[in-house]
């Protein structure tokens, strides 16, 4: 991808819809003139004297236990540097999506126009009554040091400069892995420290505390090693001054066991790394080139254990494996601050996090058999689900003992499962998926090439390293909207089913689909002829290995789209119709709808098809599946042909998978209502709200995720074409390109499953 198109992108992407990446909703309901009484005048007179009373009681009555403040000036932004406080917050912005994606941490971002350290610490100390916690970011050194520390003397609320401290937090934690794997002591080991600022100062002072000696460390900033008799040192470079007769970064590394580079790339050479200590540790953590490439350093010593900043190497560093969580921790204890104990704890927690074994639903986002403790995992994936409930409450337990918590937890196992569900699912749903599908991308037939959205998706795929597309249509016509919109499709195969070059291969298709066909109507001539359609070339070629799977239909009907891959690929064995499926990623988790596309009204035996399905797609994401069959009635409340419809497939399931999470007939508020359920229904198998919804009818199902789809805080994926033989998605008319980049991510998953 060109540098310049991925500009654009990101700012197409920042500008789409609603500008900008947060907002800010309501939680209490606010329809009436009720509602709105009681949310403002005169009922919010209550809580306001309240809170007068006793000021505590702000964190019961007000958002402020579940707020955080992410504040810069803009001095010291990404690698971009003293860019001023408006051109920094869409970092801010961004840090404050991640809070919530990853903890369910509402943000503010706060940009402050004021480099001045007096002038800043007043600003942030005026607005600190809004907020349960405050996380500084980007501003340059050695002013963070102060402000920090000043800030912290001066409130009496968590606050952390994550620049310093997360990077200190997740390095450390590996560092812990890495020297157990190395069966290196911390007190022993010869560390280098490249880089001065910040996060360098902080990840070596947090080296201190887990027992590392200081004339250990030797520390280098763009002038060389740090000297005691270098002149214009800061307070923080003397500390780490040293008097040992080395100036160059080649002479401080020979014979280091350990190296940490935050500072700038390409600056590390081989002969380096194969100059350092047996079983060297190298966290080359510089962005977006580390000090030295992840492939030149493993090449250069095979016992080196290596780490980066980037999510294409085994141990990536990164602070959102704790930040979210640290917050989340401290706010949930009322933390006064983040004390030296806490972030130990985190520490600990991710380390020992590490060792546990992983979970398939990590293995599989990551194209992994098994993750397994060792040099190439010494720090949890980002996408690990566990750190929230890991991390979090060693940090809140940390607090509670140090003595800094307001609030006491004492079922941290209840506060566990507490912070598991408060996630949703949000949608690491489709983070995981992504993932999985770029560590084995397939090959993907678009048939309907002639169109700017599948283009564009066919790029976006492409770039990502998601899938390997194959466009169909005329190649002129391909080439010239290419062209057109400028897009970047060198190398990507273009096949026209209908040109000269292509009638060898059309004749045999043909010849294949007659042998299929021909006892049901069609004849050679007219078989040949149907090659000549794109959705019958696109599905013969993955029938015939050619391709992994195929989309279609943003053009054209969904049965005339269907058809053709019917006729060539078919069905799955041991099934007799294929059914559409719908996922809906809401806040409350994800939820899968069947049968939203095909069958129309279903026998008792098709809706028990239908359902088993439908479990085993389920299952396909690492979800298990808890299944309500969807009607009018609850339990046999009405009678009808429908209801004894739903009845019987329910016995047919029962019968057939004895071990599946299914009941029915419900309706769909109960099936989502677990109190609902419980209160009236104590009976019901469903002891979970179901994540698997079953329609009676075609009619239901289609109007369900039609309606769901218009919701802004609902992310529709499909329809997902299950129990074919191959994997073959029909999109929908008239789709986005987000959307059909989704679907071609669920074509690689499913391509991966059926090639095992």
Do not use: W
Request: glycine share 6%; charged share 25%; proline share 4%.
């Amino acid at each position: 991808m060109s540098t310049k198109r991925k500009k654009q992108e990101a700012l197409d992407y920042h500008q789409s819809g609603r500008p900008g990446k947060i907002e800010v909703v309501p939680t209490k309901k606010h329809s009436s003139q009720r509602d709105l009484a009681l949310a403002y005048s005169p009922g919010v007179a209550e809580p306001c004297i309240r809170i007068s009373e006793n000021k505590d009681e702000v964190y019961k009555y007000t958002a402020k236990s579940n707020l955080v403040a992410v504040i810069t000036n803009g001095t010291a932004v990404l690698g971009l540097g003293d860019i001023g406080p408006e051109a920094s917050k869409p970092v801010m912005e961004g840090k404050g999506l991640l809070f919530k994606i990853f903890a369910d941490i509402d943000v503010f971002d706060i940009e402050v126009d004021a480099s001045d350290v007096d002038k800043f610490v007043e600003v942030v100390k005026s607005i600190a009554p809004t907020f349960g916690g405050i996380n500084l970011e980007d501003i340059k050194a050695p002013e963070c040091f102060e402000i920090e520390k000043r800030l912290k003397e001066e409130l009496s609320i968590p606050i952390m400069h994550d620049d310093q401290h997360g990077t200190a937090i997740i390095s450390a934690a590996a560092l812990i892995n890495a020297l157990e794997i190395a069966e290196k002591e911390i007190d022993s080991v010869n560390i280098v420290v490249n880089g001065a600022g910040a996060a360098a100062m902080s990840c070596a002072k947090l080296y201190l505390s887990l027992g590392a000696k200081k004339e250990n460390i030797v520390m280098l900033d763009s002038k060389g090693v740090i000297r005691k008799d270098s002149e214009n040192l800061t307070a923080e470079k003397q500390f780490f001054a040293t008097d040992k007769t080395i100036y160059t970064l080649d002479e401080a590394i020979k014979d280091a066991d350990v190296f940490l580079g935050l500072s700038s790339g390409n600056i590390m050479s081989q002969e380096m790394v194969k100059s350092m200590a047996r079983m060297p540790i190298v966290f080359a953590l510089a962005n977006p080139d580390p000090e030295i490439s992840y492939n030149e350093a493993v090449s250069a010593r095979e016992d080196i254990i290596m780490a980066t900043g980037r999510s294409d190497h085994p141990n990536q560093v990164n602070n959102v494996l704790g930040f979210p969580y640290i917050f989340r921790g401290a706010l949930d204890v009322r933390a006064t601050c983040i004390n030296e104990e806490m972030k130990l704890a985190a520490v600990k927690s991710i380390a020992d996090l590490t060792k546990e074994l992983v979970p398939d639903t990590v293995n599989l986002a990551y194209g992994e058999k098994v993750i397994t403790f060792g040099p190439e995992y010494i720090i949890p994936k980002p996408l690990d689900s566990r750190l929230i409930s890991v991390v979090a409450p060693a940090v809140a337990k940390a607090a509670i003992d140090s003595g800094v918590a307001r609030k006491k937890i004492t079922d941290f196992e209840k506060y566990a499962q507490q912070l598991e569900k408060r996630l949703g699912l949000d949608n690491k749903l489709v983070r995981q998926i992504t993932t999985k599908a770029k560590r084995n991308p397939k090959k993907i037939v678009f048939a309907e090439a002639e169109n700017y959205k599948i283009l564009k998706a066919a790029q976006q795929v492409k770039d990502e390293g998601i899938a390997i597309p194959i466009l169909l249509g005329r190649t002129r016509k391909i080439e010239q909207l290419i062209e057109d919109n400028v897009l970047e499709l060198e190398g990507v195969e273009i096949i026209d089913p209908k040109s000269e070059e292509e009638r060898s291969r059309r004749h045999e298709f043909g010849q294949i689909l007659f042998e299929k066909r021909q006892r049901k109507g069609l004849t050679l001539f007219e078989s040949q002829k149907l090659m000549r359609e794109r959705n019958y070339f696109g599905a013969m070629m993955v029938d015939q290995g050619l391709a992994d799977a195929f989309i279609s239909g943003i053009n054209r009907n969904y049965p005339n789209t269907v058809r053709p891959a019917l006729q060539i690929i078919g069905t799955e064995e041991g099934v007799e119709k294929v059914a559409g499926m719908f996922i809906l990623n809401t806040k409350k988790g994800s939820l899968f709808l069947a049968d939203t596309t095909v069958n129309i009204d279903p026998t008792a035996e098709e809706l028990a098809n239908i359902a088993e399905l439908t479990a085993k797609a389920v299952r396909r994401f690492n979800i298990t599946p808890k299944i309500a069959l969807l009607s009018y009635s609850n339990y046999g409340s009405s009678q009808s042909a429908n209801i004894s419809k739903i009845m019987e497939a329910r016995n047919i399931i029962k019968k057939n998978n004895p071990n599946l999470i299914v009941d029915g007939e419900i309706q769909a508020d109960f099936a989502l209502n677990k109190e609902k359920r419980e209160q009236n229904f104590p009976f019901t198998d469903l002891k979970e709200n179901a994540n698997t919804l079953i329609f009676p009818n075609l009619e239901s199902g289609n109007i369900a995720y039609k309606l769901m789809q218009e919701f802004d805080d609902v992310e529709a994926i499909g329809p997902i074409l299950i129990g074919m033989k191959k994997p073959v998605h029909i999109l929908q008319l008239g789709c986005s390109v987000r959307e059909i980049v989704n679907m071609v991510t669920i074509a690689v998953i499913d391509a991966q499953v059926k090639r095992k």
